[in-house]
């Protein structure tokens, strides 16, 4: 059922180039606590995004982040360390991110 899922979401990407980072936030589990549009566990999307706008560090500030994991910007839940996603999937996580409006 999983490799189905991911499978559309891939198909997805492929005719949405928006969509294209969301198949792989889907694929490293960020959508486990984050959603676009909705607060989960952490921020949507769309909030982190409006938080950082034209911060032009926010990108490599976001990749650390999204590796090491981090606490206190959002509120007392910590977000976790992914040691599953490597430096250029997060940049290219935080990028789409930051591009969501």
């Known amino acids: ?15 949405f180039p928006s ?8 694929a490293k589990n960020c959508m486990s606590c984050h959603a676009l549009e909705n607060k989960l566990v952490g921020p949507s999307y769309k909030d982190v995004a409006t938080k950082y706008k034209g911060d032009k ?11 090491k994991g981090g ?21 290219k996580l935080a990028t789409w991110v930051l591009g969501l409006k």
């Open 71 to 91: 606490a206190g910007v959002w509120g007392p839940v910590p977000m976790p360390a992914n040691a599953q996603v490597n430096e250029a999937d997060a940049k």
């Open 57 to 67: 560090s926010a990108v490599d500030k976001m990749a650390t982040k999204i590796i």
């Open 19 to 26: 969509m294209a980072d969301q198949a792989l936030a889907q």
């Open 1 to 15: 059922m999983k490799k189905i899922v991911f499978a559309l979401a891939l198909s997805a990407a492929a005719a």
